[in-house]
């Protein structure tokens, strides 16, 4: 960040009186202008037996399979996002549940919240951002072409948790 967003003055990193981490601050106007991570919101849906993926038509990891999942809005509930993103990304409605896991991933600054959810019907088609979107059994997901770690790591803990027929929330901190 090398300008202000208030009046376009040059920036400092320093830290400001009264805080304790340094932050880019306008000498000119005073605005502090804080860096917070971004929050992640997507579904794990399923339809009977199954899950459903999409195949990444955009990067990071373009062509590979994930959970849909995007970046929330201003104005929106984490609930709200979840679905946006389900549809836009799988054209896919669903009934969202509860929230299953909450990954902090701060080496880069996102918090990723997935909830779990039903398809209200099996209909779904590729989105903008997916080349493909496809239904999987536990035995049919490609595991090694799933395209991040937290989406590996809900679908097992959600395999896992089926045998079970317990779904707690999980919380998950990725540190290097």
Known sequence: MNFCSQCAHPLVFEVPAGDERPRY???ACGA????????????????????????????????????????????ETTKAAAARETW?????????GEL????SLPRIGQVQMLYLAELI????SAGPESLEVELFSEDE???DELAFVTISNALRHYFDDRRNN??????????D
């Not at 836009?88 to 969202?96: F, I, K, P």
């Not at 299953?100 to 990954?103: F, K, S």
């Not at 317990?166 to 540190?175: A, G, K, Y």
Request: charged share 20%.
């Open 88 to 96: 836009e990304e799988a054209l896919a409605e669903v009934n969202v």
């Open 32 to 75: 502090i202008h804080y860096q917070n991570p971004k929050i992640i919101a997507g579904t794990l849906p399923i339809w009977q037996d199954k899950v459903l993926l999409c195949k990444r038509a955009i990067a990071p990891r373009q062509g590979y399979w994930t959970l849909p999942a995007g970046f929330m809005e201003n104005g």
């Open 141 to 143: 997901i490609p595991w």
């Open 25 to 27: 601050l306008c000498k």
């Open 121 to 124: 019907e099996p209909t779904f």
């Open 166 to 175: 317990h779904f707690p929330t999980r919380h998950i901190d990725l540190v």
């Open 100 to 103: 299953y896991t909450l990954t």
